[in-house]
């Protein structure tokens, strides 16, 4: 536990930086900052923001949880966090640790434990992963249990996605990474495509992986997911005029666990959409 505590504390000063951000600046700053933090620090446990409010940002980054509530608000998931990694067995954490699945780990059980949880409907559904998480619906006695009975050799996989292809602009991608991606609509009726992989997902025991492709969020008349092989390994994801923002998750399975989502954020152009990423 202590050196769990140090790592954390590393991590977290790397983000110093950020709290010289302005008060007037778009939240959206503060997400992208940690979201860089968080995917060069996969072996670290998630961070937590508390938010006063729904935030308005581009994109949903699963490995950055937002917490409802003011400044504060974040030690009942940290606490829960931390008290599950410390449960996870000497030989598991040690295999999560090398293979880089301390975060991912950590985030599928908080999303599978979550407000009570439920089967597998239940996770690969809207409900278990909210754009932001309360922390007295985590549920900390099930996610111990759980972190307690997982084995070194039966690990959870971590969902990556690629972009095989796409017809949205360069200015209109906002981000890319193995675990987010992030695009804008360039106007209200547009219509935009984007081609997506996910082989590149691993297992730390090479087991077989298979997929499903989830809408979280959005209006299902706005987005048309189509598998591109039976296996539905790569899939093409159309958009045309949506009025919100639409979440689209990968989610890999095992046959023992499945991963924290990786997702997929096409929003509408607003006026607090920040610029590309260079």
């Known amino acids: ?13 790397a983000l110093l930086p950020l709290r010289r951000f302005r008060p007037g600046l778009p939240r959206y700053a503060l997400a992208f900052g940690l979201l860089r933090a968080s995917l060069a ?9 508390p938010s006063a409010r729904e935030p308005q940002f581009p994109a949903y980054t699963p490995y950055v949880l937002t917490v409802a509530g003011s400044s504060g608000s974040d030690q009942r998931p940290l606490h829960v966090l931390f008290a599950t990694l410390a449960a996870f067995p000497p030989a598991t954490k040690d295999r999560l640790t090398e293979h880089g699945l301390i975060a991912p780990a950590l985030q599928m059980l908080l999303r599978r434990h979550y407000d ?4 597998e409907a239940w996770y690969l559904s809207d409900a278990a992963h909210p754009v932001i998480f309360r922390g007295d619906k985590m549920d900390l006695s099930a996610m111990v249990a759980a972190a307690q009975a997982m084995t070194a050799d039966a690990l959870p996989p971590l969902a990556c996605l690629t972009v095989v292809e796409e017809s949205f602009e360069t200015a ?5 990474t193995p675990c987010a991606v992030a695009r804008t609509m ?3 009726d547009a219509e935009r495509r984007i081609r997506l992989d996910a082989r590149s997902s691993r297992d ?4 077989p992986l298979s997929w499903r492709w989830v809408r979280l969020r959005g209006e299902e008349e706005a987005v048309t997911i189509r598998p591109l092989d039976p296996d539905a390994a790569c899939v093409e994801v159309a958009v045309r005029s949506p009025r919100q923002r639409i979440d689209v998750a990968l989610f890999a399975w095992n046959g023992v666990h499945w991963s924290a989502p990786a997702v997929v954020s096409i929003a509408p ?3 607090e959409t920040p610029p590309a990423a260079p």
Request: aromatic share 4%.
């Open 186 to 188: 360039p106007q209200p």
């Open 204 to 207: 730390a025991d090479r087991r």
């Open 41 to 49: 620090l996969s072996d670290r446990p998630p961070f937590a923001v």
């Open 172 to 176: 209109e991608r906002r981000f890319t």
């Open 1 to 13: 536990m202590p050196d769990a505590v140090h790592r954390v504390r590393h991590s977290l000063s």
């Open 269 to 271: 152009a607003t006026a």
């Open 116 to 119: 009570g949880g439920g089967g």
